[in-house]
């Protein structure tokens, strides 16, 4: 089965920008699938933020679309994320996920997260 | 964006029934699919049901989920100790054009 890694620095000063990687371990070219990125903050529940459809294609959480980038790099088998200018509500684990659907779908494999913090 | 809501917590105790509902509204659960995620303590999310109450592979059939108009219910048959933790219900939002997730229901085995 696949399997998705996130990785990035765990702790990024206020009005910085946030960069994850999620390495997968299988990249598939189905266009049946498509990459997300999903946020929990301490003690919260789920975020969507944001996904990539492998047409190229990005959609955002419009809460978050003017400071969200998600892209991918299909030679390293990684799909990155970007969030700018941070703030302490930005804290959370960060995961990815592997989602079944082309237009809409549902995350079937999930990385084991990252945890990042938002402070000076 | 729209709201799926859960009751904060169930219990039970072992090989009990245990229902949790997850209520949305005609943008979510009203017009697409149900997707539930079981996440337990200090452990990523993992998929437990989709398309409302279909079972990948590998979860134990003592796991359900249906659907009727706004409404979702995942039920766990046969409850077992290591089926206390965190349960999510899913679905497509159409304001949001992306997933929204329920408030998260704790289950705790008594």
């Known amino acids: 089965q696949v399997q998705l890694r996130e990785s990035g620095p765990g702790l990024v000063k206020p009005s910085e920008t946030l960069s994850l990687t999620c390495t997968v371990s299988e990249y598939s070219s189905d266009y049946e699938y498509s990459w997300v990125w999903i946020r929990q903050p301490p003690g919260k529940g789920l975020e969507w933020i944001g996904g990539l459809f492998l047409s190229g294609s990005t959609h955002y959480n419009p809460s978050l679309k003017s400071r969200v980038t998600i892209s991918v790099d299909t030679s390293k088998k990684q799909i990155s994320l970007n969030l700018r200018s941070v703030t302490a509500a930005d804290t959370a684990v960060y995961y990815c996920?592997?989602?079944?659907?082309?237009?809409?779908?549902?995350?079937?494999?999930w990385g084991k997260g990252t945890a990042v913090t938002v402070s000076s | 964006q729209s709201v799926l809501t859960q009751p904060p917590s169930a219990s039970g105790t072992p090989g009990q029934r245990v229902t949790i509902s997850c209520s949305g509204d005609?943008?979510?659960?009203?017009?697409?699919?149900v997707n539930w995620y079981q996440q337990l303590p200090g452990a990523a999310p993992k998929l437990l049901i989709y398309t409302n109450n279909r079972r990948p592979s590998g979860v134990p059939d003592r796991f359900s989920g249906a659907k009727s108009g706004t409404s979702a219910s995942l039920t766990i048959s046969g409850l077992q100790s290591e089926d206390e933790a965190e349960y999510y219900c899913a679905a497509w939002d159409a304001g949001l054009s992306g997933p929204v997730f329920g408030t998260g229901t704790k289950v705790t085995v008594l």
């Open positions: 996920a592997r989602a079944k659907g082309v237009v809409i779908y549902y995350m079937d494999v």
């Open positions: 005609s943008s979510t659960i009203g017009s697409y699919t």
